[in-house]
């Protein structure tokens, strides 16, 4: 039997599909609501603010700065 890894939701590239992200991997109180903005110079990532958090999110599907296509989606936070 062969088995293999889920395939990882993808994400649009826009402020709706960061946040839909963001929701789905994480326990972020009011992440469906955060203020965000596109990285100018990264596909797929977005720095999202909410009054008592910041997060940076990486969608999957979309290359990093080296060129490597990301194959999971991912996040950061921090409280402000």
Known sequence: MNATAPK???FS???SG???CLVEISTLRGASKARGRRDPAVEGVWK???P???????LAG???PYGNRRTTNDFEACEK
């Open 8 to 10: 990882e939701a993808r």
């Open 18 to 20: 960061a946040r839909a």
């Open 62 to 64: 979309y290359h990093d």
């Open 52 to 58: 008592w958090w910041e997060a940076i999110v990486y």
């Open 48 to 50: 999202l603010e909410a």
């Open 13 to 15: 590239d826009t402020l």
